[in-house]
């Protein structure tokens, strides 16, 4: 019953509002990945961080393609157990060299539970 009622709510508050809106509002560097490892969506503060357009990409195709490996296996991981995954990650990031980030990953299923992608949510440690 509470549940219900906080759907309603979130409903009437997100009314209007579009996927990316919502994503952009979230604090952090958040990206959504298929189950290919393609970018599907990020939001501002990561493309803006990045300094590049990452969707319809794979880590392999970005400037940390040599760190793409654990990032993949990573995302593998996350996926094949479908369980949430927190890790240190290191990358690196054109204009600022080796960085590390703090990356919690979820799989993202459908309404019946089948998997159909990745979503994470990352934050740049001080070094």
């Known amino acids: 019953m509470a549940t219900n009622m906080m759907n309603q709510q979130l409903e009437q508050l997100f009314e209007g509002m579009n996927p990316q809106e919502f994503i952009d509002q979230i604090p952090g560097h958040v990206f959504i990945k298929s189950i290919d490892g393609v970018y599907l969506g990020v939001n501002k503060s990561l493309e803006n961080y990045m ?16 760190d793409a490996p654990s990032f993949t296996r990573n995302d593998k991981e996350v996926m094949e157990t ?19 980030m703090a990356t919690a990953k979820a799989p993202l299923l459908d309404k019946q539970g089948n998997l159909i992608g990745m979503i994470g949510h990352a934050i740049p440690m001080p070094e």
Request: aromatic share 6%; hydrophobic share 25%.
């Open 82 to 100: 479908k369980q949430e995954k927190c890790y240190i990650e290191k990358g690196h990031v054109p204009g600022k060299g080796l960085v590390t």
């Open 51 to 66: 300094q590049l357009d990452l969707v319809g990409k794979t880590d392999l195709e970005c400037p940390w393609k040599d």
